[in-house]
């Protein structure tokens, strides 16, 4: 928070915006979009983790200790199988135009 001396001011990413009566319709426009001003079926998430900030200007600063960082196992000798469908036939292509022909 700022202060400057009676009046105190939030940061940027801090400032709530709210529907007014009084706004323009381009003014409206310009606000965030949320569930109530969207159409039906808008969803607008579950909110997910910030990696950054908005500076002042509305540019994004991505933080690094902020990242998404995955820890993956170590897969050696770990023999990895793809999924395959019922429906797949268990000969290749090949082998079954062999069997098909000598029937």
């Known amino acids: ?5 009676d009046h105190i001011r939030l940061p940027f990413h801090e400032m709530r ?3 007014s009566k009084y ?5 409206t426009k310009r606000l965030p979009l949320t569930t109530k001003r969207a159409g039906k079926g808008y969803y607008k ?5 910030s990696e950054g900030r908005l500076t002042s200007k509305g540019k994004f600063i991505a933080d690094p200790l902020k990242k998404l960082q995955l ?3 170590d897969l050696k ?5 793809p999924y395959i469908g019922r429906t797949v ?3 290749p292509p090949k082998d079954q135009l ?3 022909a000598g029937q």
């Open 1 to 5: 928070m700022y202060t400057n001396g």
């Open 17 to 19: 915006r709210c529907m």
């Open 23 to 27: 706004l323009s319709k381009s003014a």
């Open 45 to 49: 998430g579950k909110g997910g983790t």
């Open 71 to 73: 820890i993956v196992p």
């Open 77 to 81: 000798g770990f023999t990895l199988k």
């Open 89 to 91: 036939a268990k000969s």
């Open 98 to 100: 062999s069997l098909g």
